[in-house]
Structure formats: structure tokens, C-alpha cells
């Protein structure tokens, strides 16, 4: 980034929107680079581990936790059919939607994705003073709550 | 999100990349609607207040500062002038580039965008205590410096 030597960005510098998205883009496509060899997302990464950690859930109430719209969502889910990473399944408690499971293969996946997440998280941590996390992710959640979100499943 | 209860999250919820997109979303969501009725997009506004802080300033060089790829760049600028809010001029630097102004009503839209987004800004720091505002961009800096980033301008 030589080139933008001498810009002034005094003012953008300033706005908490721009920053964030300034360090999300950074931290994705670390993550991207960190999983290139598993070709997975950080939103598949996100969608596998909810499944796993909530074996037969609601694909609803999923796609809800995470913030992403339905369509989007659906359309995440065939590709991780397709690679025979999740399956869906009959709903008991609503007939208009599906419960989600980790195929075998899916299981083994998500446990050495989750290492491989250890090892990117360790990468942030290493920019990061003692305590500043703890700080960062309380903003952020506040942050979240407070103006309210939607849709954080397309990939940016 | 009534529909996510019960959900585990735990494990996403202290991921920084995850609780960053959640909070670049909501931030970038409540932006676009405080202005629904001027059209303009987050990355618009960063490309409008770049040109009006760095008049004449050539077209790689705003793109590298704002970490825009130059075909995302072109576009944007394509629909500003469109809009008759910025134009392009021949550069006496690199005859490959262009010099970006603002034109008279680029300047005064831009004038009242910003008066705009200080009120967005003040609905973010109404969920922020005393001095983390500041901790928050110097923490969000070190993480799009360290981390190197390039293209936020596609919009998330």
C-alpha cells in the first residue's frame, strides 16, 4: 500500500463503521488464507460449528442465531450437502423446516477446522494487548445488539 | 431473533473475526438506513469524503487508501459521475491515472453527508462507555495493519 502514501484519511480514520470494516475484511481473508486448503468460508466454518454444537436443531432457528437470511442460508446448506458435510432432516417441532446434523465426515471436519481456528485466533492474539479481547469482543457484542443486525452470511 | 433461543453459540461468540462481521454489519445496516433518502452506500460516503479531503488526488491512490480494488473503483466512480458528484481529470503524475474533484454539488451533497454521519456516529458511541471509542479504532487499526487487508469495498 505505498501508493496511498500522503492520502489523508484523517477523518475516515475516525468512523467506527469504516475501521471494522477495515479490520473484518483483514481478519477474513486471513481466515481465508489460513483454510485454503480445507476451502471453507468463514460463514461454513460459523454454520459448521453451530450444527455440531447443536446436533438436530432447527435450520430456522440456526440461521437465526447467525444472522443470516433464509435464501442465503439454503443455499449454504446444499453445498455443505453436496460435500457430505451436513445433512437435513425431518423436523419434529415444525414441519416447514428441517433439523440439522454433521455427517460422520462432517464431525471430523469441523473438529480439525476447529484446531486450524485455534491457530488464525492465535494470529489476532498476537496484535492484541492482555485484556484487549475480552474488551473487543464486549464492544462488538454490544455493538451488535444494540443497532441490531441482519444477514452477516454473505461472504465479504 | 426470538427464534435463536436456546441456541449454543458459545463457541462463535468468542471468536474476534465472527463478533467483527456481526458488528460491521450492524453498524453498516443501521448506516444505510440513517441514509436511505440520500442513496448512499458506506463505501460511497468513504469514496465522497477521500476525494473531498484529497482534491486532485490521483485515482490508485485514493483506491489503495481506502483498500478498494481497481475494478470495484472504477465502478464506484462510474455511478458518482453518473451522479454528477465527482469527476475525473487527466493526471500530470501518471498519464495511466486520473485526478479525482468533487464538483460543486459533489461538495455540497458531500457537506451534508457528513453532518449525517455524525449522527450515525452518535448512535454508536451512545453503546459506547468513556474512552472506548478510542481504544476500540486504535485495537481495530493494529488488526487491519498487522493482518494486511485489501478490497472493503465491496459492500458486506
Same mark, same amino acid.
Given at each position: 500500500?505505498? #501508493?496511498?502514501?500522503?492520502?489523508?484519511?484523517?477523518?475516515? #480514520?475516525?468512523?467506527?463503521?469504516?475501521?471494522? @470494516?477495515?479490520?473484518? !475484511?483483514? !481478519?477474513?481473508?486471513?481466515? @481465508?488464507?489460513?483454510?485454503?486448503?480445507?476451502?471453507?468460508?468463514?460463514?461454513?466454518?460459523?454454520?459448521?460449528? /453451530?450444527?455440531?454444537?447443536?446436533? &438436530?436443531?432447527?435450520? =430456522?432457528? *440456526?440461521?437465526?442465531?447467525?444472522? *443470516? $437470511?433464509?435464501?442465503?442460508? !439454503?443455499?449454504? /446448506? #446444499? +453445498?455443505?450437502?453436496?460435500? %457430505?458435510?451436513?445433512?437435513?432432516?425431518?423436523?419434529?417441532?415444525?414441519?416447514? =423446516?428441517?433439523?440439522?446434523?454433521?455427517?460422520?465426515?462432517?464431525?471430523?471436519?469441523?473438529?480439525? /477446522? @476447529? $484446531?486450524?481456528?485455534? +491457530?488464525?485466533?492465535?494470529?489476532? #492474539?498476537?496484535?492484541?494487548?492482555?485484556? +484487549?479481547?475480552?474488551?473487543? *469482543? %464486549?464492544?462488538?457484542? @454490544?455493538? =451488535?445488539? &444494540? /443497532? &441490531?443486525?441482519?444477514?452477516? &452470511? =454473505?461472504?465479504?
Amino acid at each position: 500500500m505505498a #501508493d496511498d502514501a500522503g492520502v489523508n484519511t484523517r477523518h475516515l #480514520d475516525e468512523i467506527v463503521g469504516y475501521m471494522l @470494516r477495515r479490520a473484518q !475484511v483483514a !481478519v477474513f481473508n486471513d481466515f @481465508r488464507r489460513m483454510f485454503a486448503d480445507y476451502a471453507v468460508t468463514p460463514t461454513q466454518y460459523a454454520v459448521l460449528c /453451530l450444527i455440531a454444537d447443536n446436533p &438436530g436443531s432447527n435450520q =430456522s432457528r *440456526i440461521a437465526a442465531a447467525l444472522g *443470516i $437470511k433464509r435464501a442465503n442460508f !439454503v443455499a449454504i /446448506l #446444499d +453445498e455443505l450437502e453436496r460435500r %457430505d458435510l451436513a445433512a437435513r432432516e425431518p423436523s419434529n417441532e415444525d414441519r416447514r =423446516s428441517h433439523a440439522l446434523r454433521l455427517t460422520a465426515q462432517g464431525e471430523s471436519f469441523t473438529t480439525a /477446522l @476447529r $484446531k486450524r481456528n485455534a +491457530e488464525a485466533d492465535a494470529r489476532v #492474539d498476537a496484535l492484541l494487548q492482555p485484556g +484487549e479481547r475480552a474488551m473487543l *469482543i %464486549d464492544v462488538l457484542q @454490544r455493538l =451488535s445488539t &444494540g /443497532l &441490531g443486525d441482519a444477514d452477516s &452470511g =454473505s461472504e465479504g
